[in-house]
């Protein structure tokens, strides 16, 4: 059983900076994908950026501000959030799964328990 734990989260002007991180009690390296998704309330669960083996892809609504990162000798993924918007809050959270190539939340395995982001004046 993989255990995804999230930290970085928090409250941040708009304009601001965070970077979430992800470890992994598993070795991530064997991970086929990895992903970050996030929940704001009263709307569902989005993509907000994923590795699927070297591919990158970004929401569109992140592309050009968000980073999505992975270091497999310390089994941690990473979310470089820049710009930071109201519209980013929600609470962030890491997904993963062995293999396949998923195409929505419901194929990812492994979930972290979430991160809040408060994006505000």
């Known amino acids: 059983q993989v255990q995804l734990v999230e930290s970085g989260g928090g409250s941040v002007q708009p304009g601001g900076s965070l970077r979430l991180s992800c470890a992994a009690s598993?070795?991530?390296?064997?991970?086929?994908?990895m992903g970050w998704y996030r929940q704001a309330p009263g709307k569902e669960r989005e993509l907000v950026a994923e590795i699927i083996r070297g591919d990158f892809s970004y929401a569109d609504s992140v592309k050009g501000r968000f980073t999505i990162s992975r270091d497999n000798a310390k089994n941690t993924v990473y979310l470089q959030m820049n710009s930071l918007k109201p519209e980013d809050t929600a609470v962030y959270y890491c997904a993963a799964v062995y293999s396949g190539f998923p195409r929505n939340p419901d194929e990812y395995d492994y979930w972290g328990q979430g991160t809040q982001v408060t994006v505000s004046s």
């Open positions: 598993g070795n991530i390296a064997s991970m086929n994908a």
